[in-house]
């Protein structure tokens, strides 16, 4: 029924953003140190920003593909998530690209202000953006036209979109639609509140987050 998977979608919506502001904070303090490290090489002629900018980045991958991967298997089959070898493998590339994303974005925003609990609170503002226009809150065809340029411009929406497609494209699992949603109106158009409701108002999970979500 709709009620198991907008559990689903809440559970990823979670922890997706629970573990990208767990990947700002912690990159923040590390990254402060290592600032300041380089501007004193800098200063003897010893670092190029080009190189240590490069070094910076490859540092985290390993560490953030590791994350990624420990949370996927511990999480992926605990939830119940389809067991598709290629479907597993798309969570974790977009869980990845997720933990990259507000890894490099702390990164940068140490790099833009003099400590990290100035960018502690900015890194903060944009994750709560983000929560905000991420379409799960708010759903896409709710937001008022005015925002609608949040939800195209902060990362979330995207990384939920990948997650979301990595395990409902292709779902024809049948799911009950429950009076009022989205969902319902598509598949049962035209049934007022004073009408019965039909028994057949059924659509597949693929054609669900489509018509929820998209």
């Not at 390993?62 to 389809?82: D, H, K």
């Amino acid at each position: 029924n709709e009620g198991d998977r907008n559990s689903r979608v809440t559970s990823i919506y979670i922890t997706t953003l629970f573990l990208g502001v767990n990947a700002m904070n912690t990159v923040l303090p590390v990254f402060e140190v290592e600032r300041n490290m380089f501007y004193r090489h800098k200063a003897s002629l010893m670092y190029d920003y080009r190189a240590i900018g490069l070094a910076f980045t490859l540092v985290e991958v390993p560490f953030i593909i590791l994350a990624s991967m420990v949370f996927v298997v511990l999480w992926y089959f605990t939830v119940g998530f389809a067991l598709n070898a290629g479907k597993f493998f798309l969570y974790f590339l977009f869980m990845f690209l997720s933990l990259a994303v507000f890894t490099f974005l702390g990164q940068g925003f140490m790099a833009i202000f003099p400590d990290s609990q100035t960018a502690q609170g900015f890194g903060s503002l944009l994750i709560g953006m983000s929560g905000i226009f991420g379409g799960i809150l708010i759903r896409p065809q709710y937001i008022p036209t005015f925002w609608l340029w949040g939800y195209w411009t902060f990362p979330l929406h995207y990384v939920l979109e990948g997650l979301f497609t990595s395990q409902f494209q292709g779902d024809n699992t049948t799911i009950v639609a429950s009076y009022g949603s989205p969902f319902f109106d598509a598949v049962c158009p035209g049934i007022g509140p004073d009408d019965p409701i039909p028994t057949n108002c059924t659509g597949s999970a693929e054609e669900w987050i489509n018509v929820s979500f998209g």
